[in-house]
């Protein structure tokens, strides 16, 4: 079974900072999801990660993933009030026929940024 | 309209009610998915349909009944629920899930509950 963990699950920061929230996942992936979700809102896709490595970034946000450790990191550089939301990151987990991507979310990390 | 709309946006109904919910996704995606999302509990696949075809019901009781009429419409037909069933339920799209780097577009959700 896939287990997919954030940590933390709630963090506060104040504006000007820098933070980093983790997921570890249990057993392999090829593909590994960063989503955002603002309260009363759906979820916004931020970053896919393919491959052992990859980074990706995008404003103040940089995603990374480590395979063989099973971790990725979402790191918040010099953060800002419009940052706050709650960030999930989902795994693939594959169907043993391997056609299907279905993803495992970790609980997500309610972020607030306060000034 | 535009990416993925969910109807209706909350909705209260009582243990023998019937009632439906409605996704539909202007994005020309192939594929659609229902997640069920609880306040102490990670995001939760429940269905996913795969060019109109179920391709996945993960465990998910019989009151919870999935219908896809076509690629762009998905339904998810309610019965004698429980009050236990109480959440948001988020309906997604994709392109071809098998594909590596395909990202998920989810509508607002409907907020449901259950007396």
């Known amino acids: 079974e896939l287990k997919v963990e954030q940590n933390p699950l709630f963090l506060s920061m104040q504006e000007g900072k820098n933070y980093t929230i983790y997921c570890n996942y249990s057993t392999t992936s090829d593909r590994l999801y960063w989503y955002r979700q603002d309260p009363g809102k759906s979820l916004e896709s931020l970053f896919v990660l393919l491959s052992n490595g990859a980074v990706k970034q995008e404003g103040r946000l940089m995603a990374s993933l480590d395979t063989k450790a099973r971790l990725s990191t979402l790191h918040i550089t010099a953060a800002v009030h419009d940052l706050s939301a709650t960030y999930f990151c989902?795994?693939?987990?594959?169907?043993?026929?391997?056609?299907?991507?279905?993803?495992?979310f970790g609980k997500g990390t309610k972020l607030s940024v306060k000034p | 309209e535009t990416g993925v709309t969910q109807t209706p946006r909350h909705l209260v109904m009582g243990m023998t009610n019937k009632k439906s919910l409605k996704c539909e996704q202007h994005?020309?995606?192939?594929?659609m998915y229902w997640y069920k999302q609880s306040a102490k509990k990670p995001l939760e696949l429940m269905f996913v349909y795969s060019l109109e075809e179920r391709v996945e019901n993960n465990s998910v009781p019989s009151r919870f009944s999935p219908e896809c009429p076509n690629s762009s419409h998905l339904f998810l037909h309610l019965h004698t629920l429980q009050p236990e069933d109480s959440a948001l339920y988020l309906c997604a799209s994709s392109q071809n899930p098998g594909l590596a780097g395909v990202a998920q577009f989810f509508g607002p959700g409907t907020r449901l509950t259950v007396l």
């Open positions: 994005l020309g995606h192939n594929a």
């Open positions: 989902a795994v693939v987990l594959k169907n043993y026929g391997g056609s299907q991507g279905n993803l495992i």
